[in-house]
């Protein structure tokens, strides 16, 4: 037993020091490069122009990273990405995740109905227990902003609904990497 659990810390190092090495040497240059055809849906900037596709510009490069390996790997389905990044490498998401994360972030514009932007603020505070929703800011962080988890802050308003009125929406979890 002692074997295993030393075999499987030692591995799990080896897989955290790889991911550790492909996040040190993303090149926004190259990404620029790669993110060429991203443009028509997202924007020449990564801030979309069509609340269809959400926003890259300033978006966590550790999570951008791991969506586009997800959807690269079958593990995210994704229509509207059929075949943009079939061909990625892992440092090939990175380095387009990097690019985008170096972005300014867009600014976002809350909608001017009073009550709606309060019940949306102690939403994002507090969640809703009664109806099953967690804090927002519990994955997303006090700011919108995340951390390893997608930023907020800035995200077009039907791009924000995919996570909110997906059936398994809040039992989604993104694995620490």
């Known amino acids: ?50 609340g269809a596709f959400p926003n890259l510009a300033g978006q966590q490069a550790s999570y951008m990273a791991k969506q586009i390996m997800d959807i690269r790997d079958g593990n995210r389905v994704v229509p509207e990405m059929a075949g943009q990044v079939d061909n990625f490498s892992d440092q090939d ?53 995340g951390h390893r988890q997608c930023r907020l802050s800035g995200a077009l308003r039907p791009a924000s609904r995919v996570h909110r009125d997906h059936p398994a929406g809040f039992r989604r979890r993104q694995p620490r990497q």
């Open 1 to 50: 037993m002692r074997k295993l659990l030393a075999s499987l810390a030692i591995t799990m190092g080896a897989v955290g020091t790889a991911h550790a090495d492909l996040e040190a040497d993303a090149d926004a240059a190259a990404g620029r490069d790669k993110a060429a055809a991203c443009a028509a849906c997202h924007g020449q900037e990564g801030i979309s122009p069509s």
């Open 93 to 145: 998401a990175w380095d387009v995740a990097r690019f985008y994360a170096d972005k300014d972030a867009a600014l976002g514009q809350a909608d001017p109905d009073e009550l709606l932007v309060e019940r949306g603020r102690e939403l994002y505070r507090a969640g809703d227990m009664a109806k099953g929703i967690p804090a927002c800011a519990a994955c997303h962080t006090p700011t919108g902003r």
